[in-house]
């Protein structure tokens, strides 16, 4: 997990083809477990995840051969196989108990921690990527080509945070654990707001409320207030208002009257991927197409692409090669088959954690939620790309049957497990 915090250089944005390190070790992962299937050390995967995952591969494959151009098609095949089918079916075999679901969580953490820090380090010394010409976003290692990555990273570590704090509070949890985990999550919300990002402003913000809700509807209650309480806190007494937090927050409620630049460039890319699927219904025109189809599609005020500055690029005009928004892309590219695929998996996965999370599967079910919301304004792509698959791993070993399901799920909820208990409410 630690490996998307290490620099990749600048990128040409316009390759077919990205490798980074962590996609490297997800790779390895892969290759290990498949070892260990041949050898018998671990049970087969279950028929339900089976057949859910090999939708995908079937829609994508179908997808790829009727492709507008089958040989760009490939690399987006593999691509697809590997984020939604193999790396998560790794991750769904290899952890097996709360252990290994802690393990994983606290990488989370950790690697929220680090870039958490180099953000909010770039913000007080002026030294991000340029957000209204000043160098004060909040990148991270990854820099202002891949502008969403620490907010993602630091998203996620955040609401593995809470998610590990809540299950320490049922009896006999780590008071230390859980203090660390909640000072971990504040410390770590500075650099999520100046990050400047919108969406995962709004995606962090549904997931914890699903994740309190589902946890302790009353402590969601209290949550909110301080919530609030931290909002005025970071905005007025920090000064975060002044630096345009509080400009940024506002923009939201105006997406739909007043949209700016990026929104309304995204509303035009999400009507050129259903002209495309128009053209295409059933299977799409494959993966890898939008790109090639976007100009004859999309309409004439959509911008060349989107600016990107910091001190290692200079300026960049960055191309917009997708529709930002991974349903508008599946449907575009993989047709009703590839959506009717990918909607399955994510329903059941939801469904599942939404049924049995408790304890660290609270954090699968906020994490989930988080990437399905942020699929709604984005879709897959940069450094960050792998922790989308061990997301749905991690989600596919709380919602699906599994080797040790027992174990990884914990004991039956008692009567000390309900919702007027101190400890997560059982499933």
């Not at 990488?107 to 000043?134: D, H, K, M, P």
């Not at 409320?209 to 301080?226: E, F, G, H, T, W």
């Amino acid at each position: 997990m630690l490996l998307v915090c290490v620099p990749t250089g600048e990128k040409d944005v316009t390759a077919a083809v990205h490798v980074t390190p962590a996609d490297l070790a997800s790779l390895a992962l892969v290759g290990l477990i498949a070892v260990d299937l041949l050898r018998g050390r671990l049970p087969r995967i279950d028929p339900a995840a089976a057949a859910l995952f090999g939708a995908v591969v079937l829609a994508a494959a179908v997808a790829t051969v009727h492709s507008v151009d089958p040989s760009a098609s490939l690399t987006g095949f593999v691509r697809l196989v590997q984020i939604f089918v193999l790396v998560p079916a790794a991750v769904l075999l290899a952890v097996r108990d709360r252990s290994d679901q802690r393990l994983v969580l606290g990488s989370f953490v950790l690697a929220a921690l680090i870039e958490g820090a180099v953000g909010a380090n770039q913000y007080l010394t002026r030294t991000g990527a340029s957000y209204t010409g000043q160098p004060i976003r909040a990148v991270g290692t990854f820099g202002a080509l891949d502008i969403m990555a620490m907010s993602t990273v630091v998203s996620y570590g955040m609401l593995a945070a809470l998610a590990l704090a809540l299950a320490e509070r049922r009896p006999g949890g780590s008071r230390r654990l859980r203090r660390a985990m909640w000072a971990s999550a504040a410390f770590l919300a500075f650099p999520l707001a100046v990050s400047f990002s919108r969406g995962s402003w709004i995606a962090t913000a549904v997931a914890a409320a699903v994740l309190l809700l589902r946890a302790d509807a009353r402590l969601a209650v209290r949550s909110v207030l301080i919530g609030a309480a931290a909002a005025v806190v970071l905005i007025g007494g920090l000064g975060l208002g002044a630096s345009g937090v509080a400009e940024r927050l506002g923009s939201i409620g105006s997406v739909s009257a007043a949209p700016d630049q990026s929104v309304s460039d995204r509303y035009d890319l999400w009507s050129t991927a259903v002209r495309i699927w128009q053209d295409h219904p059933a299977t799409g025109a494959g993966p890898k197409a939008f790109q090639q189809l976007r100009d004859s599609h999309a309409p004439l005020r959509l911008s060349s692409g989107s600016d990107a500055a910091d001190a290692t690029i200079g300026f960049q005009r960055e191309p917009l090669l997708s529709p930002h928004n991974m349903y508008f892309l599946v449907l575009s590219e993989q047709g009703l088959l590839g959506v009717l695929a990918y909607l399955a998996l994510f329903l059941t996965l939801l469904l599942g954690c939404l049924r049995r999370a408790t304890g660290p599967g609270l954090a699968a079910l906020a994490l989930l939620a988080w990437v399905l919301w942020d699929f709604l304004y984005a879709d897959i792509g940069g450094t960050t790309t792998v922790l989308t698959s061990v997301v749905l791993g991690l989600a596919a070993r709380t919602a699906l049957p599994g080797p040790d399901a027992g174990a990884a799920d914990g004991p039956a909820a008692g009567p000390e497990d309900g919702p007027d208990s101190r400890g997560a409410c059982g499933a």
